[in-house]
């Protein structure tokens, strides 16, 4: 068995007092995830949700806004063929327009579909580890208290051992 040489008890103060800081900061921060977890659960389903419904209807509304021009034009383009008038050459722009629409209605989408997965994935896996972490940190307080109760012990010792030796 090893023994420590401790001169003195202010090292176990110190060591305490920074045992004791580390407690509070782990308790706050285990204590504090299911708030945590319900803000960004309330800004998901609160904000995030309806935000992105609504983006994903206003980009489906350009999107098809922008095919029908596109149809249009392709119409135009055949007629003017067929009839050799001055027609519309081209309808490259209105297919330029059209797939910047669909790619922003799909990006819309696959953020609404993100915010559902990761939503269904709070309600579905977040609860035990909620629990974990109420374990742990009632854990931690219990033997952190021990710890610290015993610290107290060893520094009263130290310093009556040190009074009895002068």
């Not at 109420?134 to 015993?150: S, T």
Request: proline share 2%; glycine share 6%; charged share 35%.
């Amino acid at each position: 068995m090893s023994g420590a040489d401790l001169a003195d008890a202010q090292v176990l103060r110190d060591l305490r007092a920074a045992l004791a800081k580390w407690m509070q900061s782990t308790g706050a921060a285990l204590g504090g995830s299911d708030a945590d977890l319900h803000r960004v659960q309330d800004w998901m389903q609160g904000e995030q949700l309806p935000l992105w419904k609504r983006q994903l209807q206003t980009r489906e509304e350009l999107f098809q806004s922008a095919r029908r021009a596109w149809l249009e034009a392709e119409s135009e383009v055949r007629g003017g063929m067929n009839t050799r008038g001055p027609q519309k050459p081209s309808s490259t722009e209105e297919r330029i327009a059209m797939q910047r629409a669909q790619r922003r209605r799909d990006e819309a989408e696959e953020k609404l579909a993100n915010i559902k997965r990761w939503l269904l994935r709070i309600e579905q896996d977040c609860a035990p580890l909620l629990h974990q972490c109420r374990d742990h940190d009632l854990a931690l307080r219990e033997q952190g208290e021990k710890a610290l109760a015993k610290l107290d012990r060893l520094a009263t010792e130290i310093d009556t051992y040190q009074d009895g030796a002068r």
